[in-house]
């Protein structure tokens, strides 16, 4: 599993201190970009060879509102791996493991200018399955 400290901001809120749904998926997604970054896996390079991680499908499960100067983790952890796609399992949690919000974010690695399917490069394939660091 991999962890990500997200700290709450304003801009990340309503007018009442509550962060804004679709901020949950934000924050899902820097951890899983600060993820590939601990492997050594550059999205810049990897564009430059056409090569594209997007989000295919996500489910979100709302558990408990999170609050502007909160402290919080994000949690990940690959649970399904396969030629062209992974199913990331993310929780955003607090220091004593209160869960604020689940989701299960399949991504699918594709060919940019083909907007078409595309293997997961070898090397990337290998720190997922292996669990990153």
């Not at 709450?8 to 899983?32: C, I, M, P, Q």
């Not at 594209?52 to 996500?58: E, G, L, M």
């Not at 989701?103 to 399955?129: D, G, N, T």
Request: aromatic share 12%.
């Amino acid at each position: 599993m991999f962890r990500w400290p997200i700290t709450v901001y304003y801009e990340d809120t309503d007018a009442g201190g509550v962060v804004y749904h679709s901020n949950y998926l934000k924050f899902f997604e820097r951890a899983r970009s600060e993820w590939l970054r601990s492997m050594s896996v550059s999205q810049t390079a990897l564009l430059q060879q056409d090569i594209a991680f997007v989000v295919r499908h996500a489910e979100l499960d709302f558990c408990k509102a999170a609050r502007f100067e909160q402290n919080l983790w994000v949690e990940t952890r690959v649970s399904e791996v396969k030629r062209a796609s992974l199913v990331f399992e993310q929780r955003l949690v607090d220091a004593e493991g209160e869960c604020y919000c689940a989701a299960s974010i399949l991504v699918a690695c594709i060919s940019l200018e083909r907007m078409r399917p595309l293997a997961i490069p070898q090397h990337i394939l290998q720190e997922f399955k292996k669990g990153g660091s």
